[in-house]
């Protein structure tokens, strides 16, 4: 069956001079390849070269570990049914530290069981966030004694560009790299719970 493209996934050999430059400094820098919806956004160089600025920076630049990092985007990839997001990220979150059960638990829409507690503090806060657009001041304390406040501003600096990521993504239905196991597609529906479930009562040591 053919492939259908809502819009032409930006290749070397179609670059302009301005798409060039920005092509060229992705490829630099520790990305090392354009993928995902770098080929869309390409379209737009000079969105394109902040994107790329700013989405270095929240992935590998900020204080977060990688741990804390992709459990974040993971959290967005799944909140938007994001099926490349997931992908891609899922596998790097078990590679950075977050546990497969946790993954998989996100990825069924489930409530995740921690052993960490930074990991649950920053789930929390991003989960409440996603789901609210809110933060209780119970999840926000707890994050920010958990990781600091430098790092909870730059983690919600990150939960608000991979949302941008997932947006674009799937406005313009950019093709997953390969098919694979473990994906979002092999759900009963695409359209199943974005949200992984509040967290059981008794998690927080509290009643």
């Known amino acids: ?11 070397p050999e179609m670059l302009s001079p301005a798409q060039r430059e920005v092509y060229d400094k992705i490829v630099a820098g520790p990305r090392g390849v354009v993928v995902g919806p ?3 956004v390409l379209h737009s160089p000079q969105l394109a070269d902040r994107w790329q600025a ?3 920076f929240l992935r590998y630049r900020t204080q977060l570990p990688a741990v804390v990092s992709e459990l974040a985007i993971i959290m967005v990839g799944r909140y938007w049914n994001s099926q490349v997001e997931w992908f891609i990220h899922s596998a790097i979150a078990v590679d950075s530290g977050v546990p497969a ?3 998989e638990a996100i990825r069924t829409a489930q409530s995740p069981v921690f052993l960490d507690a930074r990991d649950l503090a920053v ?3 991003a989960r409440e966030l996603l789901e609210f657009g809110h933060v209780s001041d119970d999840s926000y304390a707890r994050a920010t004694e958990a990781i600091g406040a430098v790092a909870l501003v730059e983690l919600t600096g990150l939960l608000g560009y991979y949302t941008m990521v997932a947006m674009m993504l799937n406005a313009h239905e950019v093709p997953l790299p390969s098919k694979g196991t473990g994906s979002l597609l092999d759900l009963p529906s ?3 719970p974005r949200q992984p479930q509040r967290l059981p009562a008794g998690q927080w040591g509290g009643p």
């Not at 069956?1 to 930006?10: A, F, K, S, Y």
């Open 123 to 125: 789930y929390e806060y």
């Open 190 to 192: 695409d359209r199943c």
């Open 38 to 40: 770098l080929r869309v």
């Open 1 to 11: 069956m053919e492939v259908r493209e809502r819009i032409p996934m930006i290749s």
């Open 101 to 103: 059960d946790v993954v």
């Open 54 to 56: 700013l989405g270095e």
